[in-house]
Structure formats: C-alpha cells, structure tokens
C-alpha cells in the first residue's frame, strides 16, 4: 500500500470554514444582473434557485419554485428591473395532528428575487409562464436594425 501523509494546514482549514459559512449566508439576498452583478438589497426567507440563459431573440430567467401555486407567484418589471416574488408556505404540525415530523429541511417563507434588464429588452413583449412548479419568464430582445458592420481598411 502506497499512502501520503498530508501535512496539517490550519489555514486550509480556516479557509474551508470560511467557505462554508459564506456560502451558508451569501445569497439569501440578491439583486443581480443578467450578467452577474450581486447587490444585496432583496430581503427574503428563502431564495429559489434560477437560471438565466440567452439566446439570439430572447433572455430566459427559469426559476425552480417547488410546492408553490401559479397565482401566488408575482412577476413585475419596474425601471430595469424585474422581480419574482411570492411565498412557499410552511406545512406544520399544527396543521396535521396525525404526522410526526423527524426533520424539516427545505425552506420556507416570503422570497424576492430581482435582477436589473439589459438594455435590449422589449419590456413591453415579457411573458412569463408556470408549470410544473418551474416559472419561466421570457424577455424578448430588441431587433437591432441600425447596425451595420464597418469594413477596416
């Protein structure tokens, strides 16, 4: 058997701690960018997973919102900016008398999640859809007719 013995790093592990906790506490509150710019400013309880994607005609924001029904998800674009909003609610067992609960693990409660428009979206042609617990909003880009390539000499 060939075996390495690891020299002891305490500031790995220092480091590896510090991960887990930002990554614990980061992103319980975001305002980003379609491109990535984080701001802290949203308050939530939670924060559902999205995805942002593009193509030639449109932006895609996909969202995973499990157990939470159609008409309490809010989608509103204000100055630039859209937010997806609503709430999961909790299930307790107040609730249910007959069910014994050995651990509770997702999360629960209100969430916001906001991320500023680039400037090529037709804000006025947004359309969102809901199925399946996955909110799918699309964000139609503007047809930029005015290019023109320039040849360089």
């Known amino acids: 058997m060939n075996q390495q013995i690891e020299k002891w790093d305490p500031m790995k ?3 590896q701690l510090g991960n887990r906790l930002s990554s614990l506490f980061a992103g319980r ?3 980003s960018s379609l491109t990535g710019e ?3 400013t949203d308050s939530s309880d939670w924060k559902p997973a999205c995805d942002i994607t593009e ?4 932006y895609l924001v996909t969202a995973d919102l499990p157990e939470v029904k159609k008409d309490e998800v809010q989608v509103n674009i204000d100055n630039g900016v859209i937010s997806i909003s ?3 609610k909790t299930k307790s067992e107040k609730k249910d008398k007959k069910k014994k609960y050995h651990r509770i693990e997702r999360s629960y409660g209100s969430y916001q999640r ?6 090529n979206v037709r804000e006025n042609r947004v359309k969102a859809e809901f199925k399946d617990g996955v909110l799918r909003v699309h964000l139609p880009k503007i047809e930029n007719k005015n290019q023109k390539s320039i040849p360089i000499n």
Request: aromatic share 14%; glycine share 4%.
């Open 13 to 15: 592990e220092f480091n």
């Open 86 to 88: 609503g709430e999961r």
């Open 114 to 119: 906001s991320f500023h428009l680039p400037e």
């Open 55 to 58: 193509d030639e005609s449109e």
């Open 38 to 40: 984080l701001f802290d």
């Open 29 to 31: 509150n975001d305002q």
